[in-house]
């Protein structure tokens, strides 16, 4: 089988390309011959140095380096995007599937048609919302909580929910109304890596759409669990932001009488500074896996969005460490409630209670030890990420009867 990679990046400077580099990377190793597609030039990570992976590097410039009127426009319909997409598929022999992670940083709507006219399946991951909201998040940055409205009514696209300004909501309104017209009726593959959001997207996409299931890889390896119970702060890993709930932490640690761990960068950095937190910045991932089990009683991520799927919530749990998750995040759905950690909703006083009860060594000892063992039962590794996914594009592939004999001939090893 030949499956096509399209992410924006080859390092994962997000969530999106973390998954998309380790999933191809996964597929090569499980036989299959992948062809990444990266947006934007730049770093290459070396999970792609596989000899069944084809990078290729369509040079595009990340929209956000442009100038305001460029960016807008290239952002709504970027036709140099969709020549480029099209030369490289022209370049490499036909794809059975087409699995795009992300498409807003360079590629914008304009790709959609491109990818549908190479005739395979057309696969999306969705790690935000910006298929139906204009934001990408369903949330009201006004008011500072989940959205409501039906995204692209009357009421969405006059409220001023987006975090830079109206100019720039009216901008994203007109990418989605690109977005409506490029996808058409024609069928899309979901990919949802929570069910909430699963069931989110089924009532608020318009449009042809066949959903799926599937679970981000997490890259760790089997280690002995983590002591939790001699760390000495709740931890924080991520950008510093107001939807992902990082005041939320310094808050509640401050008053549950903990000290407060942040690992990131972002806006809030100041306000979280003056109120005593502990910043240590952005850190490599091995460097913020050492901190987390050497520091962390617990992970804490109280997203006030409907974040989708946070991989540093897996991590934590893979280490040994307790949980403490949005119920609002799809990671709340691999948090056991009360034995591997905490679902709460995010709200300081919540969470203050929340934290209190990490003062207890011996609960935090437990839900450690019940954390590491309920990952590593059914573990979300890259190999068991692959398995599931090669499977999804065989049962695709078998159920499509417009595809041909010869493309089902080539699922070789699948």
Request: hydrophobic share 45%.
């Amino acid at each position: 089988m030949h499956l096509v990679v399209l992410a924006e990046f080859a390092a994962p400077s997000g969530g999106a390309e973390k998954v998309a580099l380790e999933s191809a990377r996964g597929l090569a190793d499980l036989g299959l011959t992948v062809s990444y597609l990266q947006g934007v030039s730049g770093p290459v990570d070396p999970l792609l140095d596989h000899p069944r992976i084809r990078r290729v590097d369509l040079g595009l410039p990340d929209i956000w380096s442009r100038g305001a009127v460029a960016g807008a426009v290239a952002g709504i319909w970027h036709r140099a995007a969709a020549e480029r997409v099209g030369a490289a598929l022209a370049s490499l022999p036909p794809p059975d599937i087409v699995h795009l992670h992300q498409w807003t940083r360079s590629l914008s709507p304009s790709v959609f048609p491109v990818l549908r006219a190479s005739g395979a399946p057309v696969l999306v991951t969705l790690h935000d919302y910006f298929l139906a909201c204009p934001n990408g998040v369903y949330y009201r940055f006004d008011r500072a909580e989940p959205c409501a409205l039906r995204p692209m009514s009357p009421a969405c696209v006059s409220a001023p929910c987006d975090p830079r300004s109206r100019l720039h909501k009216l901008v994203r309104v007109a990418r989605s109304g690109a977005l409506r017209r490029a996808l058409g009726p024609h069928p899309l593959h979901l990919v949802h890596v929570c069910d909430a959001s699963r069931a989110r997207m089924e009532g608020l996409f318009e449009g042809a759409a066949i959903h799926h299931r599937l679970d981000n890889p997490v890259r760790v390896q089997p280690e002995a669990p983590a002591a939790p119970e001699r760390g000495d702060a709740v931890v924080y890993l991520g950008r510093l932001t107001r939807e992902k709930g990082a005041d939320l932490v310094a808050a509640a640690a401050r008053a549950a009488g903990l000290p407060a761990l942040f690992i990131g960068t972002g806006p809030l950095e100041a306000e979280l500074r003056a109120g005593g937190a502990e910043l240590v910045g952005w850190q490599a991932p091995e460097a913020a896996r050492a901190l987390l089990r050497r520091r962390a009683r617990a992970l804490a991520a109280p997203s006030r969005w409907f974040e989708t799927g946070p991989l540093t919530v897996y991590e934590a749990l893979a280490a040994g460490i307790p949980v403490v998750a949005s119920e609002r995040s799809g990671a709340a759905e691999k948090v056991r409630d009360g034995e591997t950690g905490f679902v709460v909703v995010p709200e300081t006083d919540s969470l203050a209670r929340t934290f209190s009860v990490l003062r207890d060594d011996v609960r935090v000892a437990r839900l450690g030890r019940a954390a590491h063992a309920r990952f590593w039962a059914a573990p979300m590794t890259i190999a068991a990420h692959a398995r599931a996914a090669a499977d999804l594009y065989a049962h695709i592939l078998a159920s499509d009867p417009a595809l041909s004999s010869c493309a089902l001939q080539q699922r070789t090893g699948v």
